[in-house]
């Protein structure tokens, strides 16, 4: 029987391995895609929280959400409890309550019945439980990046099948929004997302069985242990593992290419923010029900597939150019692209539909290569410094500790600019399309709102093209590998 030549070959580990990896990255999309679409929308216009709530929740929640990121990352790189160690453990023991974490906002509709305060303390809640949940089985995932093999080829295989497992799990907005008809029918959408938290578990724990990195932390972080030692070294060793992982954060924090990197990265985060949580809210307002509910439902699924199928159709040109370039012309386009919506205005609602997936799909196809990067920077360190194995955790997360302050001061900011143009005051319609008057106020609403529509990639994207021109790590997707794997064998 003639062997099936499009098919790969599921017996090389490279292909078994980047399975195993998207399998995570499909429930963490279908959950992620769910949560970050309508969490702002629900808390604010369903279970009516004040702005004021929203933003100290976001405070409280901007500094959580920096210290878990490199906290994980230190116990994940230099912890002497195995399971710590092992990426995959991290994932498998971390996946039942990753789970129950996304389910907590959409089952208490009687929040909106409730006093103000605890509506603040539920999504306060909401928003730490479920980033600290995503950061430990994400960052575990992002540093298996790194470790399950260091050839160039094989993670721009894991990017390929991560993409792949990416438009699967974004679809799930589609189906999101015709369950909940366009965030209208709560009830559906908890059971909706009852449906996708069962899915997802069945994924993580598929994908924790079934990757094989290429160094065998678990069995590193161990082997110290089979000497005997005096029992008072517990406390000595813990205390020299903590100076170790700081000396480590001082070496990272001097390199230009991951401040570069962060920096740029920090208006990346802002960007994506954005257009996750306000996409409803900004398509409601300027788009509404002029096309009907099917149109909304279709912006939204095309907006949260395109991206993916951005990245898999630029493989091509991913291998030839490297991912700075692409990266660098994402930023070219997203300011020409603001300007041009810009000047044509917001009254053409084609073309501003056109927009709206646009910007939102470029952001988030070229921050789904920033994990390259990440990888280039990790790799450049151990180099650099002859490191045994590569300290990936610790620069996953301190690249959030400097990024992730962003996905709070996204909301903050467009709250804050929505509220000056009377969204909180009435001016908003309750629902796409609720209201056939339009007054004054949603006039002026729409004003500003399209103003942040094209002002905010405009600008972000001419700060980033500035940053990004100093960074000098742009052919690794041709020299890198090769020397690295040479010091693997």
């Known amino acids: 029987m003639a062997k099936v030549r499009w098919l790969p070959d599921l017996s090389a580990p490279a292909h078994r391995n ?58 994940q790189d230099t912890s002497n409890v195995s399971w710590l160690s092992d990426r995959r453990k991290n994932i498998l023991y971390g996946a039942p ?22 509506v603040g303390l539920h999504m306060i809640f909401v928003l730490c439980f479920y980033d600290t949940t995503f950061t430990f089985v994400l960052l575990a995932q992002c540093s298996l990046f790194a470790e399950l093999s260091p050839k160039q080829e094989d993670r721009q295989l894991l990017i390929k099948y991560n993409q792949f497992a990416s438009l699967i799990g974004a ?86 290419n991951f401040l570069l990197f962060v920096s740029m990265n920090f208006f990346q985060v802002f960007h994506t923010t954005v257009g996750r949580n306000f996409f409803v809210s900004f398509a409601d307002q300027l788009i509404g029900l002029q096309y009907g509910y099917q149109f909304l439902n279709a912006l939204s699924g095309i907006a949260y597939v395109l991206p993916q199928l951005l990245v ?52 988030e196809a070229s921050y789904a290569l920033f994990s390259l990067s990440v990888s280039d920077v990790i790799d450049a360190d151990a180099a650099l410094y002859s490191r045994g194995k590569p300290i990936s955790s610790t620069v996953f997360g301190l690249n959030a500790l400097f990024t992730k302050p962003a996905q709070s001061l996204a909301p903050i900011f467009v709250v804050q600019i929505m509220d000056g143009y009377g969204y909180s005051n009435g001016a908003a319609l309750p629902s796409a399309g609720a209201a056939t008057k339009v007054d004054v106020g949603q006039d002026e609403l729409k004003a500003g709102l399209f103003l942040l529509l094209c002002g905010i990639p405009a600008c972000l994207g001419i700060v980033q093209a500035l940053l990004w021109r100093c960074y000098t790590l742009r052919n690794s997707h041709n020299t890198l590998y090769t020397s690295l794997e040479g010091a693997a064998n």
């Not at 593992?241 to 924090?253: A, D, E, G, P």
Request: a positive charge.
């Open 312 to 363: 898999l159709l630029g493989g091509p040109l991913l291998s030839k150019f490297g991912s700075y370039q692409i990266i660098r012309m994402s930023f070219i386009f997203k300011i020409a692209a603001s300007i041009l919506m810009y000047a044509i205005g917001r009254s053409s609602v084609i073309p501003l539909a056109v927009f709206f997936v646009l910007d939102r799909s470029m952001a």
């Open 97 to 118: 309550l990753f789970v129950i974490s996304f389910l907590v906002p959409w089952f208490p509709q009687y929040l909106s019945k409730l006093p103000m305060a605890m």
């Open 171 to 256: 679809s799930s907005i589609y189906f999101a929004e015709i369950a909940s008809v366009h965030a209208t029918n709560i009830p559906r959408l908890s059971l909706f997302c009852l449906l996708v938290a069962a899915v997802s578990y069945v994924f993580l724990y598929l994908s924790a069985r079934n990757m094989t990195p290429s160094v065998n932390r678990e069995l590193e972080s161990s082997s110290p242990r089979t000497s005997p030692q005096p029992s008072n070294a517990a406390p000595d060793g813990s205390e020299q593992s903590f100076r170790t992982w700081m000396s480590q954060v001082k070496q990272i924090l001097r390199q230009p």
């Open 18 to 75: 980047a399975l195993a990896f998207a399998a995570t990255t499909v429930a963490a999309s279908m959950m992620n895609s769910i949560f970050q679409f309508y969490y702002v929308k629900v808390y604010l216009d369903i279970y009516g929280l004040s702005s004021w709530w929203f933003q100290f929740g976001q405070v409280i929640f901007l500094v959580w959400n920096a210290v878990n990121d490199p906290l994980f990352g230190w116990l």
